[in-house]
């Protein structure tokens, strides 16, 4: 008996170890209603965390310490107020902050390079400047850059009397400008699109272009566009699509292996039911396509992931979110089942819109911004919305093309007028992926559920606050360290930030 009790009690100490495993720290709320604040998450430095801040005219970076304790906010008042968006390039010591400003019918595209104190290392430069007409977009300007950020790309791109004029301006780390380049050609706005735009480590941009044989269909034809680093050289590559159609075409470079990742899923006929995944993979070095199938969806997964209805329809709301390069020139790729629901309208939610629209509140138009992480609330641009966040899906793809396994993550959210708290994030630890995500926003606790490199699924403790009223924000999370992530939240309608250390 004293030996059952001892054991009960080793077991009962044992429990809070277990539990704490995950230590998350919370920074004091913001003042400021979240609806309000724009924000992103810009890294790590050293033992401090930055993050940028947004509302309505005020733009300032918040330094928090490594307890989540506020150091300092520091203004940047050399921003004008009429500025449309700011981009950020982070370093291990440094980060550039790229912003759009207009002053009268001009756009004025600035750069500056800051410390991890927030202190001006330059003044603000002019990269680019451009004249507008009057009515038309003006945020025009874009950045992305590669992965190992020794190449940053900034270019505009604007669309005007069925014109496509795209300006491209490549500098290096240190942004001292390498070369310029310029695309002029004949678009149609209603039957094509630009999109994917990415830089390659050797400084190479390619971007997709689709094409759709009428409006609102589905895409008929694929394109692969190449810019050579120090070329002002445009080339289209046809990607052949035997008949079929797609949509939600997503592009990732394998930097380590060469070459282009191409995913789309694809129907047999027009506006039809997903069928499966295209997979198609160019070499960079011989400058074509080495693997082009298509991988049916089989009924067993289909299954699995539908939540009802028949099974023909079970991916019809599933959008690629991610694709992540394993070393071995293999990959993952996720997608999510999504939909939402306008009360106020008398049209239905449709896939056309949600991917093509240029009236949609999530479509930039002529701004792209691959980086997932940059908030702006859109509640107030689609009141009496339902947004729906449903199951995910995970592809294994094997160096060749093949597809090695598929695991379907159960989940079902919800969530009227934002779907800030909704969706997942992934984060890479220890040859695992997590995907962290709210189950049930009001219990705020987080599910985390990691999948092997052989595909088994493991659910491991939830993420838990001991402090009550903070409500977690996973899909706008970010990774800052080998088991270190920073995760939005809102507490009482104000925004907060948690740290969590695995």
Not at 61 to 74: A, E, P, S
Request: with cysteine; hydrophobic share 35%; net charge neutral.
């Amino acid at each position: 008996m004293k030996r059952a009790c001892l054991s009960f009690v080793i077991f009962l100490l044992s429990v809070p170890v277990f539990l704490s495993a995950q230590n998350i720290s919370f920074s004091d709320a913001d003042r400021e209603n979240i609806e309000d604040v724009n924000f992103e998450i810009i890294g790590k430095f050293s033992n401090k965390i930055l993050v940028y801040k947004n509302i309505r005219s005020n733009h300032r970076i918040t330094m928090y310490d490594q307890d989540m304790n506020t150091i300092k906010n520091v203004n940047l008042d050399f921003v004008p107020s009429r500025t449309y968006n700011i981009d950020f390039v982070a370093y291990a010591d440094h980060f550039y902050m790229v912003y759009q400003y207009q002053k009268n019918s001009i756009i004025h595209c600035m750069a500056v390079k800051m410390n991890a104190e927030v202190e001006k290392l330059t003044t603000p430069v002019e990269i680019d400047s451009t004249r507008i007409p009057v009515m038309t977009d003006n945020k025009i300007y874009s950045l992305i850059h590669s992965e190992d950020r020794q190449r940053i790309m900034v270019f505009k791109i604007q669309t005007r009397f069925q014109r496509y004029d795209m300006v491209t301006l490549l500098f290096d780390k240190d942004l001292t400008l390498l070369s310029k380049g310029r695309l002029v050609t004949d678009y149609n706005e209603r039957r094509e699109g630009y999109d994917n735009f990415s830089l390659a480590n050797d400084g190479s941009l390619v971007f997709t272009h689709e094409r759709q044989s009428g409006f609102r269909d589905n895409s008929s034809s694929l394109e692969l566009v190449n810019k050579p680093a120090l070329l002002d050289k445009f080339t289209y590559e046809t990607i052949d699509l035997e008949g079929k159609y797609i949509d939600n075409v997503k592009l990732k470079i394998d930097n380590l292996n060469s070459r282009y990742i191409i995913n789309t899923f694809y129907y047999k006929k027009n506006r039809g039911n997903i069928e499966g995944l295209f997979i198609c993979l160019w070499d960079k070095t011989t400058a074509k396509t080495t693997i082009s199938q298509f991988a049916v969806f089989a009924d067993e997964l289909r299954d699995e992931a539908k939540r009802s209805g028949q099974l023909r329809y079970a991916f019809d709301d599933f959008f690629i979110r991610q694709v992540i390069v394993k070393r071995d020139g293999g990959y993952l790729l996720t997608a999510e089942d999504f939909t939402s629901d306008t009360r106020s309208s008398s049209s239905s939610w449709n896939r056309w819109d949600y991917l093509y629209s240029p009236y949609y509140p999530s479509s930039g138009y002529n701004y792209y911004n691959p980086y997932t992480g940059y908030y702006r609330p859109l509640g107030s641009y689609r009141e009496s919305t339902r947004y729906y966040y449903e199951n995910i899906l995970v592809l294994s793809v094997s160096r060749e093309g093949k597809i090695e396994w598929s695991r379907i993550i159960q989940k079902d959210q919800f969530d009227d007028n934002t779907d800030s708290f909704l969706s997942f994030s992934t984060m890479t630890m220890s040859g695992e992926i997590h995907f962290l995500f709210n189950n049930d926003r009001k219990n705020q606790i987080i599910t985390d559920q990691s999948i092997l490199p052989d595909g088994s699924v493991k659910r491991n403790p939830t993420l838990k606050s001991q402090e009550r009223g903070y409500e977690f924000m996973p899909g706008l999370s970010k990774q800052v360290g080998a088991r270190q992530l920073i995760i939005p939240c809102s507490r009482r309608g104000n925004l907060s930030f948690a740290r969590i250390d695995f």
